[in-house]
């Protein structure tokens, strides 16, 4: 299952994100991870959950976004949440790969047994039916 924050920039998607993390963490019988661009949430979310800095890791594709996903679930089987922060910044402006990162996350998550949920910075109005979904 997957969960889409989308509003424009100072709509309070990241507070939104942080209260899921957090209350993830306390809920959650396995590993909760959140990817951020940059590291901005270090302090507002519980040190239970596992935070990963995308730009650490030279993400900057959804290709790229992708394969750090599949890693992480190849190497823990026990994660159950993942919460990813900012996903344009992360992969670029594309709405189109966007879109279809959204669809790939949809069917990874229902494959794997896990809840992703992702912020985008973006006008509601303009989300696609596909995105639309998970709103």
């Known amino acids: 299952m997957i969960h889409v924050i989308m509003g424009l920039k100072g709509s309070g998607k990241t507070k939104k994100l942080i209260d899921a993390i957090n209350a993830a963490v306390a809920q959650a019988n396995g590993d909760v991870v959140c990817i951020e661009y940059g590291k901005k949430l270090t302090y507002d979310i519980s040190h239970k ?23 992480l679930h190849a190497g823990n089987f026990d994660i159950t ?20 990162f959204v669809a790939w996350c949809a069917k990874f998550a229902s494959d794997n047994n896990m809840e992703i949920t992702m912020t985008i910075s973006d006008d509601v109005a303009l989300a696609s039916e596909e995105v639309k979904k998970y709103l």
């Open 49 to 71: 959950a596992r935070l990963v800095d995308s730009q650490e890791y030279g993400i900057r594709t959804p290709e790229m976004l992708k394969g750090l996903l599949s890693g």
């Open 81 to 100: 949440h993942v919460f990813i922060d900012n996903l344009y910044k992360t992969i670029g402006n594309d709405r189109a790969a966007g879109e279809e």
